[in-house]
Structures are given as structure tokens and as C-alpha cells.
């Protein structure tokens, strides 16, 4: 197995339930960190192999959030793009299924994480 290592590691900042990120989307700060991520490593986006990202709640936000935030954030439309929903291990798993991919030499440049805005997804009161 070959050695994977983590490049760069960015996040959003953290907020409040309805607080100052309840108004953007979920695909919105996802590509918002991509693109900052991609600006700070220089990585040009064709040299990526695979995008993996985690979302448990994805009512509302069209198909496939991994491939809406990769477009978003200039990566080409011939890179795959996947989303994981297993519920609060979502973002674990992508960056788990990156390794396991870079490792066993399927993958070379993987780009992985979550995105979620709890803000916006449907409660249901009783």
C-alpha cells in the first residue's frame, strides 16, 4: 500500500443554528473552501482524479452536491464526483475512501471533505 498523505485541510468557519451562514447553501460553502483550497496548493483542477464529499442532507439541493461543488469550483466535468451520506460519519468517509483509494494506487489526487448547512435543512415540529 502506498503512503497517502493530506495536502492542504480547510474548513468553514462554525456558526450558529439560524445564524450569519443561514442564508448560504451547503454547495455554496463547500465550493467556497474548494476554491480556497485550490488557490492556497496551486493544484491545477485537471490533476485531480476523484472528488468525494460527505452531506447528510441534501433534501433541496439538487442532485449529487460532490459534482455541483466540483463544476462550481472549476473542476472538470470529466472528473467523477461522488457524494457520501453516512449520516455525522459522512465527511470521515470520504476522506476514508480517499485514502483507500490513494493507497491502493487507483487515485493519485483526491480532493475530499463535507458540507453541510443545518440551517437549511427540513425540520419537521411536532
Known amino acids: 500500500m502506498r503512503q497517502v498523505v493530506v495536502v492542504c485541510a480547510k474548513r468553514?468557519?462554525?456558526g450558529n443554528f439560524g445564524g450569519v451562514f443561514k442564508d448560504i447553501s451547503a454547495i455554496h460553502l463547500g465550493v467556497t473552501v474548494l476554491q480556497s483550497m485550490l488557490k492556497e496548493t496551486r493544484?491545477?483542477?485537471?490533476l485531480i482524479?476523484?472528488?468525494?464529499?460527505g452531506n447528510v442532507c441534501g433534501a433541496g439541493l439538487g442532485q449529487n452536491v460532490a459534482r455541483q461543488i466540483a463544476i462550481h469550483?472549476?473542476?472538470?466535468?470529466?472528473v467523477p464526483a461522488y457524494t457520501v451520506n453516512k449520516v455525522c460519519g459522512s465527511g470521515m468517509k470520504a476522506?476514508?475512501?480517499a485514502t483507500l483509494?490513494?493507497?491502493?494506487?487507483?487515485?493519485d489526487i483526491i480532493v475530499a471533505g463535507g458540507t453541510e448547512n443545518m440551517s437549511q435543512i427540513p425540520y419537521a415540529l411536532t
Do not use: F, N, Q, R
Not at 43 to 46: D, I, Q, V
Not at 49 to 53: G, P, S
Not at 101 to 107: D, K
Open 95 to 97: 476522506v476514508s475512501l
Open 101 to 107: 483509494m490513494i493507497g491502493s494506487g487507483e487515485a
Open 73 to 78: 469550483s472549476g473542476i472538470p466535468e470529466t
Open 49 to 53: 482524479d476523484e472528488v468525494i464529499i
Open 43 to 46: 493544484l491545477k483542477p485537471e
Open 12 to 14: 468553514s468557519p462554525i
